[in-house]
């Protein structure tokens, strides 16, 4: 059935390496979208992209960039650069251009040590 | 309400009776809003959305209120049962901003049986 695939569930890395979110979706949906929550918090957007080829920075995108090469595949990676990667990562996906809901993944949580 | 913070507001109803959530947006020029629920270490999940020129719309056995006078966005969830329980959060999209979503903290809704 379609949906968003996130993995892995749970991500464990020390403090300086990178580390790439994975996230596919089935649904042909031309937009996707990463968000990080924190613990008692809304979701902050990372970055999007709207189309294949093409993304852009979100409201927190220091230390996380992306790529966009194929529709249905939108990776994350979270770099050494960024301050404080322990988070929830969660990938949505959306098929209208306008006024359409996100759907989401059931995100990673990330801890790095 | 919502609120900014690590403690999420927490709303407790007795099983069986209608729960409201209501939540503040903060920009007057937006024109989508969304419910989502969030159930712990999930994504979230699409609950209901209202367009702007709408005051009022309803779904199943949930109804969404709009006041853009005081920019008030309500949830109200008739006959609240035990899967209810969640993190309920609203979401804010700018008039032509694309099809981004700006979240408020959420509000914890817990059931009791």
């Known amino acids: 059935d379609g949906g968003i695939t996130q993995s892995p569930k749970y991500l464990f890395r020390k403090e300086g390496q990178n580390v790439t979110l994975s996230c596919e979706q089935n649904?042909?949906?031309?937009?996707m979208y990463w968000y990080r929550q924190d613990p008692g918090q809304g979701l902050r957007l990372i970055y999007y992209?709207?189309?294949?080829?093409?993304?852009q920075k979100g409201d927190i995108a220091e230390g996380y960039s992306v790529s966009r090469e194929k529709k249905e595949s939108f990776p994350l990676t979270v770099t050494s650069a960024q301050k404080n990667p322990t988070a929830f990562y969660l990938c949505a996906s959306s098929g209208g251009p306008y006024n359409s809901p996100l759907h989401f993944g059931n995100g990673t949580r990330l801890t790095v040590t | 309400g919502e609120s900014v913070g690590l403690h999420l507001p927490t709303l407790s109803v007795q099983e069986g009776d209608n729960s409201i959530i209501n939540c503040a947006y903060s920009n007057s020029a937006s024109d989508y809003f969304i419910w989502y629920k969030q159930e712990s270490g999930k994504g979230p999940q699409f609950i209901i959305d209202?367009?702007?020129?709408?005051d009022k719309r309803q779904g199943q056995r949930v109804t969404v209120l709009l006041n853009k006078t005081v920019k008030h966005l309500s949830l109200q969830i008739a006959a609240t049962q035990p899967g209810d329980s969640a993190v309920y959060f609203c979401?804010?999209?700018?008039?032509?901003?694309?099809?981004?979503?700006?979240f408020g903290t959420g509000t914890q809704l817990k059931v009791e049986l």
């Open positions: 992209s709207q189309i294949v080829n093409d993304f």
């Open positions: 649904l042909n949906h031309d937009a």
């Open positions: 209202i367009r702007s020129n709408m």
């Open positions: 979401a804010e999209k700018l008039t032509g901003g694309g099809n981004k979503l700006t």
